[in-house]
């Protein structure tokens, strides 16, 4: 049947969680103290990374980066959840549907490559510590930040581009809480060949190369700190890059099970459970678990918490 022939769908329908009856306004509360609380926690490391001289260091600058990148992508999914989950479901243009696509693919690709910066900072405070200054320079820094959105930005915009290329004429129901490429190419009525080209092209090497990049760095790290004679230089040693591994796993482990290795088309229930993980703790965890490991975020909390005492009996 011709496209000319056909009804063109210009709202999807997102199912959200359904109805979820007695249980819609305490599932709400909760996903809403787990919004705000980890929106809370980002702003916060992103406010001390900036005021506080202390942490005016590659490794917390790339972290503030983190945390951004989690608000933004946090931003663009949750408020459409809770409305999902008040109303029972609702319709979002086709535009809309799209582009919110692309605003949580920014982040995602962000910070991939963040994550590999990351790793690339602590690879050299380890393995090259007489050099550190000299290659982590603020301006190689500020290079590499902006590299990481750049790569962000673009590699999402040639996906966007192709998916937004597609035509919509027949079931336009999606059973899910926020729009992406998967339901998005299952619904559509024209060939989805060169958008899942493109998103092929563009998602495997944005997943598995800084993946890859972040192994190999570790296993230099590994390699280094196993050379050091003493246990307390052993220990010290991977403290300092600890917190990124286990963000490191966190991340890739959500992100991979819900793109590389998602649930059949009949794990719906498993795939949004995967989703709500990769979209509300995940970003929720990250800086408590740079905050709770580490002396340094730590001090400056309780500095300004002294500081805000002192004000208030002045």
């Not at 900072?121 to 930040?145: E, G, K, W």
């Not at 570790?218 to 991977?238: M, V």
Request: with cysteine; proline share 4%.
């Amino acid at each position: 049947m011709n496209e000319q022939n056909q009804s063109t769908v210009k709202e999807f329908l997102l199912l959200g969680f359904g109805d979820l009856q007695n249980l819609k306004i305490l599932v709400f509360i909760l996903f809403l103290i787990i919004y705000i609380t980890a929106l809370t926690t980002n702003v916060l490391v992103i406010v001390l990374v900036g005021v506080s001289r202390s942490l005016h260091s590659p490794m917390y600058f790339f972290l503030s980066q983190l945390s951004l990148c989690e608000m933004l992508f946090t931003s663009n999914i949750v408020p459409t959840m809770l409305w999902l989950i008040l109303v029972g479901g609702g319709m979002v243009s086709v535009a809309r549907c799209i582009f919110q696509f692309y605003l949580l693919s920014v982040p995602t690709v962000s910070q991939c490559f963040l994550l590999a910066a990351m790793s690339f900072d602590r690879h050299v405070a380890i393995c090259r510590p007489l050099h550190y200054s000299n290659i982590m320079t603020f301006t190689h820094q500020l290079q590499m930040v902006a590299s990481c959105w750049m790569l962000g930005f673009s590699l999402a915009f040639f996906v966007y581009i192709s998916v937004s290329k597609l035509y919509f004429c027949g079931p336009n129901i999606i059973n899910h809480f926020y729009c992406d490429v998967a339901p998005l190419l299952r619904l559509s009525c024209s060939s989805t060949s060169i958008a899942e080209l493109v998103t092929a092209v563009v998602g495997c090497p944005v997943i598995l190369s800084p993946f890859m990049f972040i192994v190999g760095t570790y296993i230099s790290i590994i390699r280094t700190i196993l050379k050091i004679p003493s246990s307390t230089g052993r220990h010290k040693a991977f403290s300092t890059c600890s917190s990124h591994l286990i963000i490191v796993c966190m991340y890739y482990g959500t992100l991979s099970s819900i793109y590389i290795f998602p649930p059949r088309d009949n794990s719906v229930d498993l795939n949004k459970g995967l989703s709500v993980l990769y979209t509300l703790v995940t970003p929720l965890f990250n800086p408590l678990i740079y905050s709770l490991r580490n002396q340094d975020i730590i001090g400056a909390i309780l500095k300004y918490i002294q500081y805000f005492k002192l004000w208030k009996l002045m």
